[in-house]
């Protein structure tokens, strides 16, 4: 099993920055790909951005030139830093580490990100 906890929503004006870090923990293999997920009231859980542990990193469209994912293997945490914000990135954001090996995937318990306008 696999742990993950995520901090650092919160409310922020739009325009304004926000970082998130996901903590995981328990039994972690590689190769594997750690990212983040949101979902917004009504709609479905979205790619927001991945980074595998080989160095590979994916983005949403909707995010690119304004989020950045990174990660630390050391630490098991990956961060997701949020520059200018649009009301449309309120949503909540999840966690989640993928296992290549085994195909299972874990989640975060979410965290709340909303951008006023």
């Known amino acids: 099993q696999v742990q993950l906890v995520e901090s650092g929503g919160g409310l922020v004006q739009a325009g304004g920055s926000l970082r998130l870090s996901c903590v995981a923990s328990g039994s972690i293999f590689s190769p594997n790909v750690m990212g983040w997920y949101r979902q917004a009231p009504g709609k479905e859980r979205d790619l927001v951005a991945t980074?595998?542990?080989?160095?590979?990193?994916n983005y949403a469209d909707s995010v690119k030139g304004r989020f950045t994912i990174s990660r630390d293997n050391a630490k098991n945490t990956v961060y997701l830093q949020m520059n200018s914000l649009l009301p449309e990135d309120t949503a909540v954001y999840y966690c989640n580490m993928f296992h290549t090996w085994s195909g299972r995937g874990y989640w975060g318990q979410g965290t709340q990100v909303t951008v006023s306008s």
């Open positions: 980074f595998t542990s080989g160095g590979r990193t």
